[in-house]
């Protein structure tokens, strides 16, 4: 009979699921400050170690690290603001995206003749409100967006422990 190691083992990683869910419900504020940080510093870092290479051996510096370097600064400076503009241009695109399947929709309503009913407007219309809201207010939304990922880490780890 074959020992499961600790590092495979269904209770801890139900266990760390659960403390990690429950860490990002908690903190929900803060962990996207910190992801950005740490995303940030990761890829400068990138640019930072083959730039001290360069000037070690003294050969040229890669326009690549010093791009790495300042997607770098960027993330860590510009953090939950970056967040905010990019929840912006999915709510545009949200948008775009309901407009279109309502235009889809009534084309094949008009062109065909056929009787769509009002249930597969349904969809498109709550794309078009998630957009505006995303759009009029994207701070919120992001700390729902990582409130709910907080809460389906935490539901997957209990299922887990659950399941055993």
Do not use: E
């Not at 990002?24 to 640019?47: E, R, T, Y």
């Amino acid at each position: 009979m074959r020992k499961i190691s600790n590092a495979s083992s269904p209770i801890i990683w139900g266990l760390s699921s659960v403390i990690m869910g429950l860490l990002i419900i908690i903190f929900s504020d803060q962990i996207l400050k910190w992801i950005f940080l740490m995303m940030g510093a990761g890829i400068a870092l990138c640019g930072i170690v083959p730039i001290f290479s360069a000037i070690k051996n003294k050969t040229s510096v890669s326009i690549l690290s010093t791009f790495y370097v300042l997607i770098g600064l960027i993330l860590m400076i510009l953090n939950v603001r970056l967040t905010a503009v990019l929840l912006v241009i999915l709510g545009l695109l949200l948008m775009l995206v309901g407009f279109q399947n309502i235009s889809t929709l009534i084309s094949i309503r008009n062109t065909d003749n056929y009787r769509i009913p009002w249930t597969h407007f349904l969809i498109p219309c709550l794309c078009i409100v998630g957009g505006v809201v995303a759009i009029w207010n994207p701070f919120t939304i992001q700390t729902t967006m990582v409130k709910f990922i907080g809460w389906c880490i935490l539901i997957q780890g209990l299922w887990n422990l659950i399941s055993l």
